[in-house]
């Protein structure tokens, strides 16, 4: 078989190849004996992955970076194998080198890896021809296959040894198939598997007191752990139990509190769930929120606690479509699940009607928006009409959001209207008679880290529906409606559909196993490791394996950064808003700093964020403030990581408390911000009227309903840049703001001119034409 025959074959697909590969070997294995150990390693490299992980699952080549092995230059000591044989010419060498792309032995590693093996036999041919001396061995080989002394086969163990040198994976595939063998989750948390725990699931909807009744066991307990989703739920868990007597402790990613007056460790403690401790024994664990165990980006900080927590008893807490996987994940551990269902404690109903207009607002009504540009809309539109709003969305510090909380919630206060994103749906403790959802289409991440337009999910829209008349507010029955009449049937069959169970719990590599990765392969970035280790990743039906994108992100922005590995690692976990380019160069610069050895005092960081800083002049301004706020943040999370080179958390967490109050005053503020931003260009407004996304989701409720049980409206949207909003035109603003995606804007043009074309020609039939144009009459020898 000839050379360009071996890489015609090397290109065939891989199932085709894989079809063909054992009755390959086998037809060649009678005329040349069995292949070499270190051979057979590579020629099963394909087969071994498939059959680890139940036959589905080949290596994705594209991910092994070629490394450089440069030719040879002259010898000090001279061309021995010259001197020991003959100078070659290179005309026969490269005759010699191709023909040994015929042999049995480099064809079988072609069998196995096809693209690896283009790449390494060219690599092999151009290291022999540019070199200019050879090592004594391979030019000693290449003498005789010259004077037919010996067989191109004899070239093989040269060219294998180049191969692994441009490829180290190759000599490491076994290892890192088992470093990365994710099937067996519970096995990794030891101490929790020593002891046999008690699971409690408190099942039930949003104010249904599932959660009070956990904490409730927490309180009277020994010792115990609260693990909740947000900063704000461990923030008032550590305020309540204090309050209560039962001293607890705090612990985020950017803080730890203690208070105990010597320092020492209370018997209780509230973390944040990426900060929850599997090796200290509690009798009382509380998981709020467990079905978040299914999202695609923290998903795995839940799986953590919930199979390595060393509790005697476990409190879950969450929606019932979480019961049957948490059931199945602790029967592979040997527990059984207790499930406790909770009612609503109060009423809520949807009502029959939608608000249609911002006149018919009432004290007590929540004006849900998925975008900041709806939030300045509706604020504007509300101060217009001589009422006073609150204001809440994700960005937005956790000092600010509770202070817009408790301005909503004072009954003598004049705020009577609150606009907020689906950011109160946890963490904050609301009085709201009436929840009024300005939109039903919310963009999302999908597992891929992909964009998506999409109604919102039951289980979005029943969390947020569920704040209207909560059992500790002075509303004591719900309502529910939307903006426009036309989205209200589509939330009413929204909130009727069941909860789609929840399948799979995520999963997210060690700083351990990367390490082990990186001593395999020394040369790849850290990007390209993960990239590596979830490819080879083989996980149970049971769990996948969290989107790590924004690791990677972060990864690839310090890549070219000289710090150590777990250090990198660290630092590319570190919490940040990729969205923000500010947040962005303060983590190049930290890490910057950190492999400089210089330390990132108090003085430096006053110096890096400008201190002291402006109030808010407009929208704009109040941006950049909420970026250094997660900037500050920034540098408190890395402040527990690395104390020694992040020395000043007490003084920065006192200016992030005066930047706070800064923000507060913002937002306090903010239609007068808007009103500024408008006037200088900084904000265009004009082309989002009251209720402009709910007449788009009413429009696009029919394909819902199409695509319904499926991910609806599921078209990836690309983020487009952010120019002056001033600057673009209404189809560019609906499409940078997520109403509408390219695709559909292309449908929508190719609607528009197919009604044009259509409307044209009626009036050209009917002898009639447009304006300002006339009817050449056809001459007989027009054509």
């Known amino acids: 078989m000839s050379f360009s025959r071996a890489l015609l074959w090397a290109r065939l697909p891989a199932g085709r190849q894989a079809g063909h590969r054992a009755a390959i070997c086998s037809a060649l294995r009678p005329h040349f004996g069995p292949f070499p150990g270190v051979l057979g390693q590579v020629s ?12 589905s699952k080949i290596p994705n080549t594209s991910l092994f970076v070629p490394l450089t092995v440069k030719p040879q230059g002259p010898s000090a000591d001279g061309d021995v194998g010259a001197e020991l044989t003959r100078p070659l010419d290179k005309s026969e060498w490269r005759q010699r080198v191709v023909s040994a792309g015929t042999t049995p032995y480099i064809f079988s590693f072609c069998v196995s890896t096809a693209r690896l093996f283009h790449q390494a036999f060219i690599s092999f041919r151009n290291y022999i021809m540019q070199s200019h001396s050879l090592d004594v061995d391979i030019h000693i080989v290449l003498n005789d296959i010259c004077f037919g002394a010996a067989h191109a086969d004899d070239l093989f163990p040269f060219f294998l040894r180049h191969a692994k040198q441009i490829f180290p994976v190759l000599d490491c595939t076994d290892d890192l198939r088992k470093i990365s063998d994710l099937r067996i989750p519970p096995n990794w948390y030891p101490d929790a598997r020593a002891m046999q725990r008690k699971i409690i699931f408190h099942s039930g909807p949003t104010n249904s007191g599932k959660t009070y ?11 115990g752990v609260y693990c909740g989703p947000l900063k704000l739920l461990a923030h ?4 309540k139990s204090n309050a209560a007597g039962v001293p607890c402790d705090l612990v985020t990613g950017e803080e730890r509190v203690t208070v105990q007056p010597n320092g020492k460790q209370a018997s209780h403690v509230s973390c944040t769930v990426e900060m929850c401790s599997v090796t200290t024994p509690y009798e009382v664990a509380v998981i709020d929120e467990i079905q978040m165990i299914r ?8 799986t953590r606690a919930l199979l390595g927590l060393c509790a005697e008893e476990v409190h879950l807490c969450g929606e019932p479509a979480a019961i049957d996987l948490v059931t199945e994940l602790m029967y592979t551990t040997g527990e059984e699940v207790e499930v406790r269902d909770y009612k609503r404690l109060t009423p809520i109903s949807v009502l029959d009607h939608a608000l249609e207009s911002l006149d018919n607002l009432r004290p007590g009504d929540c004006i849900v928006c998925f975008s900041k540009n709806d939030i300045y809309s509706v604020s504007r539109q509300i ?7 609150a204001v809440i969305y994700g960005s937005l510090p956790p000092g600010t959001k509770l202070a817009q909380a408790k301005k909503f919630n004072d009954p003598n206060d004049p705020c009577k209207i ?3 994103t689906d950011a109160i749906g946890m963490g904050l403790n609301l009085s709201i008679r009436r929840i009024i959802f300005y939109s039903l289409i919310k963009p999302s991440i999908n597992e891929k880290g992909e964009r998506e337009l999409e109604p919102i999910t039951t289980s979005q829209a029943l969390q947020i529906a569920g704040r209207a008349g909560r059992f500790s507010s002075r509303f004591k029955e719900g309502e529910v409606t939307t903006m426009n009449h036309e989205d209200l049937s589509l939330l009413k069959e929204i909130l009727k559909r069941p909860v789609d169970p929840i399948r799979a719990a995520g999963l997210h590599p060690t700083a351990e196993q990367i390490e082990m990765f990186a001593y395999h392969l020394p040369d790849a970035t850290l990007s390209n490791l993960i990239d590596i280790f979830v490819d080879f990743s083989q996980v149970d039906g049971q769990y996948f394996v969290c989107n790590m994108d924004d690791f990677k992100f972060s990864a690839e922005l310090i890549q070219h950064i000289p710090l150590s590995l777990r250090v990198r690692y660290v630092f590319c976990t570190a919490p940040i808003n990729k969205k923000q380019p500010f947040v962005c160069s303060s983590l190049l610069q930290f ?3 950190y492999s400089r050895n210089e330390p990132l005092t108090f003085a430096w960081l006053r110096r890096y964020i400008k201190w002291p800083l402006l109030p808010p002049k407009n929208i704009k301004d109040l941006m950049d403030l909420e970026a250094v706020h997660d900037v500050l943040d920034l540098y408190l999370w890395l402040s527990y990581r690395f104390m020694d080179m992040f020395p000043d958390a007490s003084l920065i967490r006192d200016l992030q408390k005066e930047l706070d109050g800064i923000i507060q005053d913002g937002v306090h503020n903010i239609t007068k911000l808007i009103k500024m931003s408008e006037t200088h260009k900084l904000l265009n407004l004009e082309g989002f009227p009251s209720g402009s996304q709910s007449r788009l989701s009413g429009t696009l409720k029919s394909q819902a309903r199409r695509t319904r049980g499926t991910k609806a409206l599921g078209s990836k949207a690309t983020e487009p840049p952010s120019p002056d909003a001033g600057e673009l035109s209404l189809a560019s603003r609906l499409v940078q703001q997520g109403l509408l995606t390219p695709d559909m804007l292309k449908q929508l043009e190719k609607e528009w ?10 009036k050209t039939e009917s002898g009639t034409h447009p304006k300002g144009t006339r009817r050449k009459k056809k001459e007989p020898d027009s054509d």
């Open 44 to 55: 099963v490299l394909a087969t071994a992955s498939s059959s680890a992980s139940g036959g």
């Open 753 to 762: 001119m197919t009604q044009q074309t259509e409307h044209n020609k009626e």
């Open 295 to 302: 999202d695609p980006a923290r998903g795995w900080a839940w």
């Open 418 to 420: 609150l606009v907020a």
């Open 383 to 389: 101060e217009i009409r001589g009422l006073e709003s």
């Open 236 to 239: 008032e868990i550590f305020e």
């Open 213 to 223: 009744h956990a904490i409730q066991k927490y309180f009277s307990a020994k010792s």
């Open 591 to 593: 890490a910057r700093q």
